[in-house]
């Protein structure tokens, strides 16, 4: 098993410019989340998703929208990247609302100049 | 709200010394509570948790007391290990809805040999 895998690793965007990033997890969990992550400020839950085909705003969802077409993939978008949005970013998924445990990916680290 | 405090890190240590990091939350309910570590470039990973109150969480020589009437759950170890040196998050799922964790702002731990 993969686990919780996240592309790209790194990325560098300019002001405006447009991006997805791509969770995919492959131990048929219900639950997918994103957060970001920025110094001194711990993990802030961006969306999530209770299941294939639905999705919720979490704490910070200004900025990004998400799609969960297939059970398996969470995508987070950028319309139009701001230097705000420099930020580390991680996917996390649980098999389902009764079990806890977070499963965490590697991070992907984005730059906005 | 439901929110979590940390003790301000970073802290340091040398090896073999006794640990202790804070960890106070605020929740409306009985909510579940959690140790997450980051080791440098890696995702999150569940290190303890405790789903009620005088449950004691352990895990490679770690460990946590959910404490209700202090609202604390403070991590400890005895004796760190260089190999322990990684941001230490505490966190907390309430009950009975919600699927969301809520994450304190993480400890910076660095074991000196």
């Known amino acids: 098993n993969a686990g919780v895998t996240q592309t790209p690793k790194f990325r560098v965007l300019k002001t405006g410019q447009s991006m997805t990033l791509l969770c995919a997890q492959d131990?048929?969990?219900?639950?997918m989340y994103w957060y970001r992550q920025d110094p001194g400020m711990g993990l802030r839950l961006i969306h999530y998703s209770v299941g294939e085909g639905t999705t919720a705003k979490g704490e910070v969802p200004d900025g990004y929208n998400v799609s969960r077409l297939k059970k398996q993939n969470f995508l987070l978008g950028l319309e139009s990247a701001a230097p705000s949005q420099t930020s580390v970013y991680f996917c996390?998924?649980?098999?389902?609302?009764?079990?806890?445990?977070?499963?965490f990916g590697p991070g992907t680290r984005l730059l906005v100049l | 709200g439901n929110s979590v405090t940390q003790m301000e890190g970073p802290v340091t240590l040398s090896e073999e010394a006794f640990l202790t990091i804070n960890c106070t939350y605020t929740a409306t309910g009985y909510p579940s509570l959690f140790w997450y570590v980051q080791y440098p470039g890696e995702g999150l990973q569940l290190l303890l948790k405790?789903?009620?109150?005088?449950d004691k969480g352990s895990n490679k020589g770690f460990e946590a007391t959910y404490r209700k009437e202090t609202t604390s759950f403070h991590l400890e170890k005895g004796s760190v290990q260089v190999s322990d040196s990684a941001v230490y998050f505490c966190?907390?799922?309430?009950?009975?809805?919600?699927?969301?964790?809520?994450f304190g702002k993480g400890t910076k731990l660095t074991v000196n040999p």
């Open positions: 966190a907390l799922r309430t009950q009975g809805g919600s699927e969301k964790l809520v």
């Open positions: 996390a998924s649980s098999y389902s609302r009764t079990e806890e445990t977070q499963y």
């Open positions: 131990m048929n969990h219900e639950y």
């Open positions: 405790a789903t009620k109150a005088d």
